[in-house]
């Protein structure tokens, strides 16, 4: 899970940052995160400032902090319940020329076991009639992994991104998406705490546990299509679909449709399903039929066969104030979304007394939370 | 990769082929339905960053994201 969220913030600074043939507005945002699920409690601040100047040149920084208390189902069966910090920030440069965007970014993400560093370089370009945004992106990360308790362990991650994305106007009410990306990573690929299960009979529960084993490479196709519509009446409908397959054998399916709905000048509604699935890990396993049963061992839920299902909604609020009327637009903003994990091979091993692999799948329920304000100036 | 390298190699070559030639078929004129804030496709990216965040540390998939472009061409 580490190592996808320091690959995963940084690569996701790029879209902020390589808009095509208008530099973006001048704009800070202030945000307050939480997320509450499984266990695990993550909050904190996340701030995001652009500026640009003579409408070629355009600057932007970010700082982000998770405060995570967890004591999830991986803690709880197989470890002490913990809390840490990670602290990320980002700065990055753009250049506009022409029809032509340059830009460049760099984060760096940092935890008390973990530490990644990423740079992205993006290009993009209007064309036909600016009906058309091409952007190409490239970035690559260089992640530190250590051990709590163990100044014994420290491994590496190389991770490259290559990103294709074409935004293309269809009609004067239609913008149609579609986005490739490839992602390679080699190293150590697993979180250093977490182990698999096999059948022991020795044990009082039926089973133990070992050190989890994943290949040292991994690489990711994702395509993914998205269209954007205006409603005859001022509102917005978008759908988006993607399809990832990777070197392990997983393969996700993503569609998410969201609904806008501004309401005078003040108010704007959003409210949107998503639903995710994917199929497991080739090596992943709930339950081994014994130790060392092959060379890779997996329990990591996240590359089990699972569903998610999340229903959000957002409201946002301009509003005036004398106090900030240096600023051209102020907003208010809450978002609040609900998902739902469901597990088809990773047991709930909270329950025992029961025959090992016949425990109840795991599920469970997260509570997502952004407060947030923004200025344009 | 090398898929990926080809994709991006044929883009450049399209992107150097002459695109003025292409008439727009959606005139700048009749792009003010595009250009509300309403039809970004990322209308605060941090927010939506922080939710594939959310979505990356604990599902399989990743990448492919989108909204790159903005799209509107509205300069």
Redesign the interface.
Known sequence: ?QL??A???A??????T?????LPDDRA?L?Y?Y?DGGGVTIDGP???VRKKFAEKYAVNA?YYVDMVSSASIDVITTASPYDEERTQYGVGFEYLRGKVTYAASFSNSNENDYNADTASL?I????????T?????FSRGWDDVTRRGDATFEDTVDR??????????A???L?L????????EEGFLNNPYRQARFVDVDAALGYSYQAEVYPRTR??????F?G?W?LPY???IQG?Y?F?T?T?E?Q?H?AEVSY?H?LDDEW?FDVHYRF?T?NA?EFYSDLYPREDFQNFLARDK??AS?Q?HTLGF?V?YEFKSSMLSFLNKTTL?L?Y?R?R?DYDDFRDLRVTGVAPGTEPLYTFD?D?I?F?F?GWF | ?R???L??AA??L??ASG?SR?????K?Y?????A?P??A??R????????????????????????????????
């Not at chain 2, 009749?30 to 595009?34: A, G, I, M, V």
Request: aromatic letters at 8%.
């Open positions: 899970m996808i969220r690959a995963a913030v690569l996701l600074l790029l879209p902020a390589a808009l095509a043939a208008v945002d945000l995160h997320y996340s701030l995001l970010s993006s993009s370009q209007d064309m036909f009639g600016d009906l945004t091409v952007s190409l992106i490259r991104i290559y990103g294709v994305d074409i935004s293309q106007i009609t004067k009410n913008v998406g579609l986005s490739y990306e490839t992602i390679t690489t990711g196709n994702a395509i993914s998205r954007r205006y001022r509102a917005a988006d993607r990832y990777d392990w997983i996700g993503t806008t501004p704007t995710y994917q890990a996240e590359l699972m998610s957002g946002a903003n978002r979304d998902i994990f997260a997502v952004r947030y923004s | 990769m898929v990926a390298r994709a991006a883009l450049l399209v992107a695109c292409v008439e727009p078929w959606v700048p009749e792009r003010e339905n595009l509300d309403i039809m496709w990322d605060d990216p941090v927010s939506s960053s922080y939710m594939r965040h959310v979505y990356d540390s604990r599902e399989g998939a990743r990448g492919a994201n989108g909204g790159a472009g903005g799209g509107c061409g509205c300069n």
